[in-house]
Nanobody
Framework: QVQLVESGGGLVQAGGSLRLSCAAS????????MGWFRQAPGLEREFVAA????????WSADSVKGRFIISRDNTNNTVYLQMNSLKPEDTAVYYC????????????????WGQGTQVTVSS
């Protein structure tokens, strides 16, 4: 099994930046693709970004493309989400997830989930 713990959330002003981290322990980290999802109050959980097992491929939602960057450090068993040019609509709880290669857009692809970290962007 894999345990995931997110960190780095907080309150920032619109236009600011924030970097989220997801530390993994347990099963071999490099054996999993990783994804970031977010959920705002009253809305469904949505896909944000994903990265392949060795980091050779990345995907991101249109809403964050060009602003958010996903990366991973398999040596340190950590995946990151660098968020730039933040907007109020980015406010949500952000979750990291681990799964196998497949349709990264779908939450059902992922087996393990973290508890989430709150990101709030003020205008």
């Amino acid at each position: 099994q894999v345990q995931l713990v997110e960190s780095g959330g907080g309150l920032v002003q619109a236009g600011g930046s924030l970097r989220l981290s997801c530390a993994a322990s347990g099963r071999t980290f490099s054996g999993y693709a990783m994804g970031w999802f977010r959920q705002a109050p009253g809305l469904e959980r949505e896909f944000v970004a994903a990265i392949s097992r060795i980091g050779g491929s990345t995907w991101s939602a249109d809403s964050v493309k060009g602003r958010f960057i996903i990366s991973r450090d398999n040596t340190n068993n950590t995946v990151y989400l660098q968020m730039n040019s933040l907007k109020p609509e980015d406010t949500a709880v952000y979750y990291c997830a681990a799964g196998y290669s497949g349709s990264y857009y779908y939450a059902s692809t992922y087996t393990y989930w973290g508890q989430g970290t709150q990101v709030t962007v003020s205008s």
